[in-house]
């Protein structure tokens, strides 16, 4: 017998001696329970026996809060139970009757493949496969066919989970799992509780409900009680379940007519490697046809057989320096994890990896590019001076702080790469048009890309006025006016071709537009700098497309989001950073009010003083049409109400995204000239217009907003000379969302915001980035900023030894990045 079991015998022999008070060992059993458990596995390494190990350990575990004596003698019983089982050999599988086999497939399983096209069951885990799949990075790219026991039938279904390759089904990461580690006798169940329970069978029944659906019962029993597990429309349980076998259920403890029990709970044989119950359960992605015990037994079988051969991309070195787990290690413990602090080192280890081949990518891109041959566009100081002295307000000491920086990037030969990162009403604008006016000065045209019609047309209106009103050409020594020119979707063809002609001639200085500017057929005499607008809008391949335009030209981003440096890094890690953190003296801060949804009709009589004194109101909504998941009102309704009921005499117009573009942009223009007192939208209006006569800026159902989104709301009033209000409808349900309305109107500080609503909702709400350049993270969190800096930081460390790549000890990280590095490919 090994040492551990004849240990564990005396001290349970010792603590009968003396009446099960808890003191046979120093501490209490569960004092006891870590080092044995240790001592056991490392003796006993058989899977069943090491099943066994964890639930003794388990029991000793809760045993002091085992409350009667009864209960402490039943939970040593088990305990002896379970060790006199040590040694015993695992049971061979048993073959699966066809109506088990459809239950892993509930919604009807694939057509069996020709007698051809078979192929084998999958091998017990821990098993390698008949037939070894090579262990080259083409066996993790081959199709999920290739494994055992898939047909083409269960491809296909597995292919609508995007699961294609044998790597996308490592990959395939659990949404959450079930925390069945809670081992429980039986007579200490309660009810609620999701628990563990070992017993033997001694019952099982079948028996139809009113509704001909198969219902089996089965009565399972250990040392301290007994409890009813029902199923339904599992019929042929009663040939897997059978009296006398000691099996492991997880699950909710119900309760029905008084008497508790488990309905539909997961189970398995106790002498099985477990995967199902009594750990924490991974639960995963599933489609229709494919079933979650299915599915967790198929990832087992491939992390069993590839995650010793998957590789490790880090080199040891590296690993150890960082404290991260091995490659190996991860990949079992994300999938099949011991317990919640070795998942979370797996997590960590994989979403640094994930930061990593980002940041190099992003590092390799933004080196690559500056290395390109560029035109150095010389600033001269006294046209800085000049600029903001021909101003007709002064510039701030971050707008100046920016403008130097990004005039330092013009006079270098190569070409520029800078995000130009302020928030709303920081003066952004006259920023970038110094560049502009620099980059004419020196020769060279620049354009200004913006993600709407409307935007490019106020972009157009607002350039042409600064450079006309205070003739800036004069201010860099031209004899004549600055030429702008506006190409948006709206021109004929026959204006659409004579911008182009004169943008090819040079006949235009600036010019301003949306996507037009990327499209075929448009050419530039000499493009020296393009702005882009409102970078969340735009991909890297836009940026690139208007690159393409010239000969290399500078690259000024533009971003009215503030953005925390974690999620500057990552959606902007191939280009440096300027921030205009202050805003200009004089701005009047927009008085921010929380009020409750009775106090509504405070809210439409202060819009009704406001438009009387010739102001104009935006009401914002979050729906569209009622949802019965969400109760929120629906913009398209409330409209047709406060036209009717609320404001009959008031001019009201309606904005929402089922709208066409033509019809939105009517429809702010409208508003814009004002036409309309109070415009109706949905979120469509976060980014957009300026109207300097608007005053007020309603949100209904504010608690369902993150803080960067009611933050660029507000920032759509303020910005004429009137005193502006933001008025928050909603009654929050959390504390988180509180929390964000509690801060938005404390702060006008849009970093401030931007930090608290990275922290409070996750990157993937943060002002719907997830559709307009998130990168696509499986494992990482973008508010591990720890995680993040020292990715980045190995990133630059590794690109530094190693520009290309091409040591042997990086050859990992090379096939990672993939196509990432044609990109930028400078052969």
Known sequence: MANSLEKLLKILNLEEEQQYANKAVIGGLDRFAAHWEAEALAELPG????????????????????????????????????????????????????????????????????????????????????????????????PVTRLPGISVGYAKRLQKLGVHTVRDLLYLFPRRYEDYTALRPIGEL???????????????????????????????????????????????????????????????VDQFLGRLRLVSPAWEPLDKELIHTARLVPVYPLTKGISAKWLRRLIKTAIDFWAERIGDPLPEEVRRSLGLMDMEQALRQIHFP????????????????????????????????????????????????????????????????????????????????????GDVGSGKTVVAAGAMLFAVANGAQAAVM????????????????????????????????????????????????????????????????????????????????????????????????????????????????????????????????????????????????????????????????????????????????????????AAVEEFQRLRTEVFPDLRLGLLHGKMSSAEKEETMLAFQRGELDVLVSTPVVEVGIDVPNATVMLIEGAERFGLAQLHQFRGRVGRGEHQSYCLLIGEPASQEAQERLEAITRTQDGFVLAEKDLQLRGPGDFFGLRQSGMPDLRVARLGDLKTLELARQQAERILLQDQNLQRPEHAMLRERLGDHLEEVDLS
């Open 338 to 421: 011991d317990n919640w602090a070795i998942l979370e080192e797996a997590r960590r280890r994989l979403a640094f990896d994930e930061f990593l081949i980002m940041q190099l990518r992003m590092l390799r891109l933004k080196r690559a590019w500056q290395t390109q041959p560029g035109r150095a566009l010389p600033v001269q100081p006294e046209w800085i001076e000049g600029f903001a002295a021909a101003l007709p307000f002064p510039l701030t000491g971050a707008q100046r702080r920016a403008l130097e920086e990004i005039c330092r990037d013009l006079s270098q030969a190569r070409p520029m790469s800078r995000l130009l990162q």
């Open 190 to 252: 309660r009810y609620g509780e999701e628990v563990t329970v070992i017993g033997n069978i001694w019952d099982v029944q079948s028996r139809q409900s009113r509704s001909g659906m198969p219902v089996i019962t089965a009565i399972v029993a250990d040392a301290t009680g007994t409890i009813e597990a029902v199923w339904f429309n599992q019929p042929f349980l009663t040939r897997t379940l059978r009296p006398g076998r000691q099996i492991v259920l997880s699950g909710k």
């Open 47 to 142: 899977a069943a026996d090491q099943t066994r190990v964890q639930a003794i350990a388990h029991l000793l575990r809760g045993y002091p809060a085992l409350e009667s004596t009864e209960a402490r003698r039943a939970s040593i019983a088990q305990m002896r139970k379970l060790a006199a089982d040590m040694g015993r050999p695992e049971a061979p599988p048993e073959p699966l009757v066809a109506e088990e086999r459809a239950a892993y497939l509930p919604e009807g399983r694939p057509e069996a493949p020709p007698e051809g096209e078979r192929k084998p069951a999958p091998q017990k885990p821990g098993r390698r496969p008949e037939r070894e799949v090579r262990r080259s990075q083409s066996g993790l790219d081959a």
């Open 450 to 633: 913006a993600p709407t019609e409307i935007l490019a047309e106020q972009h157009f209106r607002n350039l042409s006025r600064l450079f006309a009103e205070r003739e800036m050409h004069k201010v860099v020594g031209l004899d004549r006016p600055i030429r702008l020119s506006l190409l948006t979707g709206r021109l004929t063809e026959a204006e659409r071709e004579e911008r182009y002609r004169e943008l090819r001639e040079g006949l235009v200085d600036i010019v301003i537009g949306t996507h037009a500017l990327i499209q075929e057929g448009v050419a530039f005499h000499n493009l020296g700098l393009a702005v882009v607008d409102e970078q969340h809008r735009f991909g890297v391949a836009q940026r690139a497309s208007l690159r393409q335009k010239g000969y290399n030209p500078h690259v000024l981003v533009m971003s009215a989001t503030p953005i925390p440096r974690s999620l500057a890094l990552t959606l902007y890690g191939d280009l440096d950073i300027s921030v205009i953190d202050e805003m200009p003296a004089g701005r009047r801060e927009i008085k921010t009010y929380w009020l409750l949804p009775q106090e509504r009709e405070r809210a439409y009589s202060f819009i009704r003083r406001q438009v009387q004194e010739g102001r104009q109101a935006f009401i914002i909504y979050p729906l569209i049409e009622e949802s019965e998941a969400i109760q929120a009102p």
